[in-house]
């Protein structure tokens, strides 16, 4: 990724890329399907869930296994999720000095809910880093593959999209940070991308040719490939 013209605003996702909850977090979901009859694996959701709201899931997992989730099952899956949360959610490794050395403005930009957000963020000590400068699909109409949310964070944030950055993992994360107009870094160092397929995974995500686009496998290497952000 070219650093000549270095980006005003870091927007990070935050579930597999600031906190390494996706393999947690696919751990749970498998298991409360299971109780309902289904046999799922991670890498199912890894391809069909993986940056998504949690009402996009639901219903993709209604179309793919001809069942209707019963009622309250949202609330249970998040109430399960936030318990094995408390003692195995960590942040992601080589983080902290990211977010203490950039030298312009950063965010979160997530799918999940502001409750979830912030409890993760906070268990994980990284909420101080962010505060006030968190986004969620609840702000927007239209979820991650749509590019709403991103350009809400960089308009609330008075940055021109194209002057932009998202940190991102999943597939949908990275079409939404294009459609943006912005720049994408896919942060492939989660525990979830160690947990799939890679066979299935490349079928699902074929890397776009497209020069605002670059992969990288952890953040000890943000700095090498964006000095320009260093303070």
């Known amino acids: 990724m070219n650093d000549m013209a270095a980006p005003q605003l870091v927007i990070f996702d935050c579930d597999g890329v600031v906190v390494d909850s996706e393999i947690i977090s696919a751990r749970v979901l498998i298991a409360l399907l299971a109780e309902l009859g289904v046999q799922t694996d991670p890498t199912f959701v890894f391809n069909h869930c993986l940056g998504r709201s949690f009402p996009t899931v639901a219903k993709h997992l ?4 001809d069942l209707t989730l019963p009622e309250g099952f949202e609330a249970d899956y998040r109430t399960r999720l936030l318990q094995v949360f ?3 959610l960590r942040p992601m490794s080589g983080l902290r000095p990211v977010l203490s050395g950039l030298n ?3 965010c979160i930009a997530s799918s999940s809910s502001p409750e979830r957000v912030q409890r993760s963020l906070t268990l994980t000590g990284l909420y101080p880093y962010f505060t006030d400068r968190i986004f969620t ?3 927007v109409s239209r979820g991650k593959p ?3 949310l991103f350009l809400l964070a960089a308009e609330t944030l008075g940055i021109k999209p194209q002057n932009a950055l998202v940190i991102e993992d999943s597939i949908v994360g990275v079409e939404a940070g294009l459609a943006a107009g912005m720049r994408v870094l896919r942060f492939t160092g989660g525990g979830h991308m160690r947990a799939v397929d890679p066979g299935a995974r490349l079928e699902q995500f074929v890397p776009p040719n497209d020069a605002r686009f670059a992969e990288f ?7 090498d490939l964006l000095p320009g952000l260093r303070s």
Do not use: C, I, Y
């Open 62 to 65: 209604a179309g793919a296994f």
């Open 217 to 223: 496998e952890g953040f000890d290497r943000f700095f």
């Open 137 to 139: 699909a609840s702000q």
């Open 86 to 88: 408390e003692t195995e």
């Open 104 to 106: 312009v403005p950063f």
């Open 146 to 148: 749509a590019p709403d």
